[in-house]
């Protein structure tokens, strides 16, 4: 079974400043995909970022980027000038890969961080 | 517009009852899931199907049942017999089958209160 750690169960930044959540995983799996999913004050689950594992690029969008690091089962979100409208709780999320059978598309959430995001 | 819809927003139960909370999607997904979560905590999976007339328990099905009859929608019934169903429930669906597509999108929510 998957695991899914993140170890700060609350973070703040001030806003136009840079934070990094961290994010480690447990499997022994070796084709699977990560995600970083976004959870404001309306409960609306939003995708921020996805990565696959086979990739050794980091995922990027805009002022959200990773960095996956594989061996060490870690996958950390970096969000860039942060803005008010990031306060949200974050999750990071494992998804085992389509390698055909019922397991398929099932996904193990972390506990979460809340992040404030301060004017 | 395309996206996943849940009803209602929220839902009061006495003890005892059965309340079944909808999921529709319009996205042509053909995978769907249903997740609870409570306070303070990350996403649980309840049930998921990966395709009409077929569906699976996930980590917490004790206490629901699910249908899939049709793709776009995948009803959840929380039935008396789950011990402590208050909570918030979400429902994703997935297009699933190949690269690129293995992305779950998620419905808004249904706060349930049990009274």
């Known amino acids: 079974a998957q695991t899914v750690t993140q170890s700060q169960p609350e973070m703040s930044v001030q806003e136009a400043e840079t934070v990094t959540l961290s994010c480690t995983y447990d499997?022994?799996?070796?084709?699977?995909?990560l995600f970083w999913y976004k959870q404001p004050p309306s409960r609306q689950m939003i995708l921020v970022i996805r990565?696959?594992?086979?990739?050794?690029q980091n995922a990027t969008e805009n002022r959200f980027s990773v960095n996956f690091q594989k061996a060490a089962k870690s996958f950390s979100l970096k969000i860039s000038d942060s803005q008010l409208g990031d306060t949200a709780m974050y999750f990071c999320?494992?998804?085992?890969?389509?390698?055909?059978?019922?397991?398929?598309?099932?996904?193990?959430f972390g506990q979460g961080t809340i992040l404030t995001v301060h004017p | 517009d395309g996206g996943i819809t849940q009803s209602p927003k929220y839902l009061f139960r006495k003890e005892g009852q059965n309340v079944t909370l909808s999921c529709e999607q319009n996205?042509?997904?053909?995978?769907m899931y249903w997740y609870r979560q409570d306070p303070g905590q990350g996403l649980r999976l309840i049930y998921y199907?990966?395709?009409?007339?077929?569906?699976q328990k996930g980590d917490i099905a004790e206490g629901y049942s699910v249908s899939r009859e049709k793709k776009e929608s995948f009803p959840l019934t929380v039935t008396s017999a789950q011990k402590n169903p208050t909570a918030f429930y979400l429902c994703?669906?997935?297009?699933?089958?190949?690269?690129?597509?293995?992305?779950?999108?998620f419905g808004p929510g249904t706060r349930l209160t049990v009274l």
């Open positions: 199907s990966q395709i009409v007339n077929d569906f």
């Open positions: 499997t022994s799996e070796n084709n699977y995909y």
């Open positions: 994703a669906s997935m297009l699933g089958g190949s690269e690129g597509t293995d992305t779950q999108y």
């Open positions: 996205l042509n997904h053909d995978a």
């Open positions: 999320a494992f998804m085992k890969g389509n390698a055909g059978g019922t397991s398929y598309g099932k996904l193990t």
């Open positions: 990565q696959e594992a086979y990739k050794q």
